[in-house]
């Protein structure tokens, strides 16, 4: 596609509650970032893939977020349980190579209420 | 470890004048540099990057920044300040080369008033 499409754009949890956040990079783009953006600030590294392979989840909070992009195109970003301090924005980034920039996604603003 | 320090959460100027906003950085090998600009319940979009050679780089919509590795600094300039520039702005710095994640600065937000 022309850009990065992220699903849904708002999304309320309940407590407790699962949730799974979908990234649809640009087609072709071979590394994807999650990053996370709490309220009034930067956005922080969640993980990353390599097309299908998942080399670095050194971000991810918790064992309750969990990443997945099984065909290296689609990632879901997963999260279990959801806590009150999981609420977020959640933004996807692609890229040809790293390090050279990326092209963001709009996100999906999470509220855990 | 890399960070990122950008002085100033909020940033007002007039319409017309200069704006300036800050950004320092650390980092164990040389940087790449990057500025974005996020709009309201918007995603990120880079206004401009740093990663060798010339170390003033021009962006899109009038800004630029200016490499300074003595200073540690990257700060982003634009000569006249228009209404639509209003908006959140990071700095971001990266090691460059595969599996290289940003680090965001907290960002600074810029009101631009009459």
């Known amino acids: 596609g022309a850009g990065v499409s992220q699903s849904p754009r708002y999304k309320v949890a309940k407590r407790g509650q699962d949730v799974a956040l979908r990234c649809d990079p640009i087609?072709?783009?071979?590394?994807l970032f999650w990053y996370q953006q709490a309220l009034g600030q930067g956005p922080e590294f969640l993980t990353y893939f390599q097309n299908e392979a998942q080399l670095d989840k050194s971000g991810l909070p918790s064992d309750r977020f969990f990443a997945e992009r099984p065909e290296g195109s689609v990632s879901t970003l997963k999260i279990q349980r959801t806590q009150q301090e999981d609420s977020a924005v959640y933004l996807c980034?692609?890229?040809?190579?790293?390090?050279?920039?990326?092209?963001f996604g709009s996100g999906t603003r999470l509220t855990v209420v | 470890a890399q960070s990122v320090t950008q002085l100033g959460s909020h940033v007002s100027v007039s319409e017309g004048a200069l704006v300036l906003l800050r950004c320092n950085y650390s980092?164990?090998?040389?940087?790449?540099l990057f500025w974005y600009v996020q709009y309201p319940n918007q995603g990120l979009q880079l206004l401009l990057k740093y990663t060798t050679g010339a170390t003033l780089v021009k962006g899109i919509n009038g800004f630029e920044a200016e490499f300074k590795k003595s200073e540690t600094s990257f700060h982003l300039t634009k000569p006249s300040a228009h209404m639509s520039d209003a908006a959140e702005y990071f700095c971001?710095?990266?090691?460059?080369?595969?599996?290289?994640?940003?680090?965001f600065g907290t960002g600074t937000r810029l009101q631009v008033t009459l």
């Open positions: 980034a692609s890229s040809w190579t790293t390090g050279i920039g990326y092209t």
């Open positions: 087609s072709g783009h071979v590394s």
């Open positions: 980092s164990s090998v040389p940087p790449y």
């Open positions: 971001a710095v990266s090691e460059g080369g595969t599996a290289s994640k940003l680090t």
